[in-house]
């Protein structure tokens, strides 16, 4: 089992910085990939960005360039540090952990206002 908890989120203006965490706790030496989704009101959820555990990353395009992904192993935390956001960057974001099993965090808000 791994639990994990989202932080970070909040409202910030057009053009702000926002950075999530996502705590892992559990069999986190399990973990041999972590990633971001999001989902906006009224539309399904979707996978922003990955990093596995040789730290090789991943990103949707829309965040290329404006969103990065990090872990520090000593804190079992991945990060997601998202720049020059945008009003269609607002969603609920959640935090992935994958073992051969799909664990969730419960998601963190985040609001972009224009």
């Known amino acids: 089992q791994v639990q994990l908890v989202e932080s970070g989120g909040g409202l910030v203006q057009s053009g702000g910085s926002l950075r999530l965490s996502c705590a892992a706790s559990?069999?986190?030496?399990?973990?041999?990939?972590m990633s971001w989704y999001r989902q906006a009101p009224g539309k399904q959820r979707e996978w922003v960005a990955t990093i596995i555990r040789s730290g090789l990353t991943t990103y949707r395009d829309s965040a290329k360039g404006r969103f990065t992904i990090s872990r520090d192993d000593a804190k079992n935390t991945m990060y997601l540090q998202m720049n020059s956001l945008k009003p269609e960057d607002t969603a609920v974001y959640y935090c992935?952990?994958?073992?051969?099993?799909?664990?969730w965090g419960q998601g963190t808000q985040v609001t972009v206002s224009s």
């Open positions: 559990g069999r986190t030496s399990s973990i041999y990939a």
């Open positions: 992935k952990a994958v073992t051969g099993t799909d664990y």
